[in-house]
């Protein structure tokens, strides 16, 4: 049975939101438990679907699991009973490839599902196969399986990686660190959960530096140990936030969050007309900060963005940010160039009455005075929070079809929105 959500819109969201661990570290980070036969605990872990698909997979893989109340995990792989990753698991979710780099390091081979296509684009894993078969993996594609073996294990070389690559760089992080000799990753991709992914790596004994720059060095171990881990705040949530304060011409305090993660975005929302500043620090040193609309605009300004691997404005806010957009105050032209195929939100905004044409990877959004709720339908994570928000901000009601997407990043939204004000409901279809 599908969910839906109905949203009230014009409502101004008020009050805190605290945000939760970041989906994109979590994945990985439970993907290392694979890498030891320690107990690894992580804390602070979100509770998403893309999280239970995960450990459902690690279960089958011989992993035993402990969850805890407080979003606390506890994994421990004393053997790994399989090391196949059959298509049930990597259909449901892409990041399932994340085995592949742990399984080989640790097992000198794997079979992992290749994940076909994805709403978003074609996302190839070429990049994943070629830098293993420079580390000495034999891999051929059989039957829809990317087969892997290294019977001498895997050993450290040069990976220069074309194109940044997010998972590609967590893969090779992690089978470099149980590899003989020393790994350089060349081009690296820079976003903080690769970098946090490094910090885990090394708390359970590996040997790696220069993670956050664009060349990382692993000098490969015999073995790693457990490790007690807490998951960072999620960025991408937080400025999923940000953006529900700016479009409802609200106020929220987003609690435990990363500002220097997000400084380029809280930029480029600066010059759209939204303040943004930290307020306070928690006992953590995690930053407390207040969004809201400036004072000194009525219509939120027009702004020009390229998506681009960190510190580059994320794809992963981008239709968050083109539902601002729908409502400024001029024309504003948002180019998407790490995804081929990540406009689909588009159709389902123009339904609710935005102004949106597409000239290739250049979405030219030309701002209205308001968008006018009716049904739309969600088809990734990503565009099914763009489509809640310009509910939130819609005159009338709006009803977002196809809900499951957002479960799979979003923890607690139906809570975490009401309890600002926002006037939704789920129900069941
Ligand atoms: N690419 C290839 N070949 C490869 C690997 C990547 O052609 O072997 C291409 C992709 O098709 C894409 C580009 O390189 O055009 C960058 O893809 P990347 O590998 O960086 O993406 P990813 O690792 O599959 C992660 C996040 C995505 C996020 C991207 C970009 C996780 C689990 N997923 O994906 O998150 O959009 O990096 O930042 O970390 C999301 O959370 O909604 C999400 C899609």
Do not use: W
Request: aromatic share 4%; glycine share 8%; hydrophobic share 40%.
């Amino acid at each position: 049975m599908l969910q839906s959500m109905s949203i009230s819109g014009g409502v101004p969201l008020n009050g805190e939101v605290t945000v939760s661990g970041s989906k994109n570290l979590a994945l990985p980070s439970l993907a290392a438990s694979l890498l030891t036969d320690s107990p690894l605990t992580l804390r602070n872990v979100p509770r998403l679907s893309d999280i239970d698909s995960m450990l459902d997979l690690l279960s089958y893989l011989g992993t035993r699991i402990e969850k805890s109340e407080n979003n606390s995990i506890s994994m421990v792989t004393p053997d790994i009973k399989a090391t196949d990753a059959p298509y049930d698991f990597v259909r449901k979710m892409r990041a399932s490839i994340l085995v592949l780099g742990p399984l080989i390091a640790r097992c000198r081979r794997a079979s992992v599902s290749l994940p076909g296509g994805c709403a978003i684009g074609a996302r190839g894993v070429n990049l994943h196969i070629s830098a293993l078969e420079q580390m000495g993996a034999d891999i051929v594609i059989d039957n829809g399986y990317i087969k892997a073996s290294a019977p001498k294990g895997l050993f450290g070389c040069d990976i220069h990686f074309p194109i940044s690559t997010v998972t590609g760089t967590e893969n090779i992080l992690m089978a470099a660190s149980l590899a003989k000799g020393t790994t350089r990753i060349i081009n690296a991709a820079m976003e903080p959960e690769v970098t946090a992914l490094a910090d885990l790596l090394i708390l359970m004994g590996a040997k790696i530096e220069g993670h956050g720059g664009s060349i990382i060095t692993i000098e490969g171990t015999d073995s790693l140990n457990g490790a007690d881990f807490a998951i960072m705040p999620d960025r991408i949530e937080t400025g999923t936030y940000a953006i529900a304060a700016s479009v409802t011409n609200g106020n929220l305090i987003l609690k435990n969050c990363i500002y220097d993660h997000l400084s380029q975005f809280f930029d480029t929302l600066r010059l759209a007309g939204i303040e943004s500043k930290i307020i306070s620090k928690t006992p953590d040193g995690l930053d407390n900060i207040e969004v809201h609309r400036s004072e000194r605009d009525d219509r939120i300004r027009p702004v020009d963005v390229l998506t681009a691997p960190y510190p580059g404005f994320a794809t992963d806010l981008q239709a968050q940010f083109m539902t601002l957009m729908t409502i400024c105050n001029g024309t504003s032209s948002i180019t998407e160039n790490i995804f081929e195929n990540r406009f689909m939100h588009v159709p389902e905004l123009s339904r609710l009455g935005a102004n949106i044409s597409i000239h290739g990877k250049t979405a030219v959004v030309t701002g209205v005075r308001n968008l006018i709720g009716t049904q739309v339908m969600a088809t990734d994570l990503r565009a099914s929070v763009s489509l809640v928000l310009a509910g939130l901000m819609a005159r009338g009601e709006t009803i977002v079809n196809r809900l499951y997407h957002i479960d799979r990043g979003y923890e607690n939204i139906d809570q975490k929105l009401l309890s600002c004000n926002a006037r939704i409901e789920r129900f069941t279809v």
